[in-house]
Nanobody, 125 residues
Framework: QVQLVESGGGLVQAGGSLRLSCAASGSTFNSYTMGWFRQAPGKEREFAAAISWSGGSTNYADSVKGRFSISRDNAKNTVYLQMNSLKPEDTAVYYC??????????????????WGQGTQVTVSS
């Protein structure tokens, strides 16, 4: 099993950018499909983005497509989420997750077995 630690969250004005990082340890990082999910206050956790083990395939929720970009550096055991043109509705706790199957790229929570503790992103209007 892989252990995940997110960082990079914070407070930003609408229209600004943030880059989240997720450092992995404890297992073979480059065999995992990696994903980012988010949970806004009072709402259920939702899928944001996912990337295959090689980085060759990505998938995004419609709500972030064109503004967010997921990438990974297998040499550093790290996955990133670059968030641009942020909106107040992007305010949430962002979670990094790891799935052992390629099919996890679809973004179903049940396909992801390891989760980080989350990092808060707050976008002010």
């Amino acid at each position: 099993q892989v252990q995940l630690v997110e960082s990079g969250g914070g407070l930003v004005q609408a229209g600004g950018s943030l880059r989240l990082s997720c450092a992995a340890s404890g297992s073979t990082f480059n065999s995992y499909t990696m994903g980012w999910f988010r949970q806004a206050p009072g709402k259920e956790r939702e899928f944001a983005a996912a990337i295959s083990w090689s980085g060759g395939s990505t998938n995004y929720a419609d709500s972030v497509k064109g503004r967010f970009s997921i990438s990974r550096d297998n040499a550093k055991n790290t996955v990133y989420l670059q968030m641009n043109s942020l909106k107040p509705e992007d305010t949430a706790v962002y979670y990094c997750a790891a799935g052992s199957r390629y099919s996890a790229i679809v973004g179903s929570e049940t396909d992801f077995r390891s989760w980080g503790q989350g990092t808060q992103v707050t976008v002010s209007s």
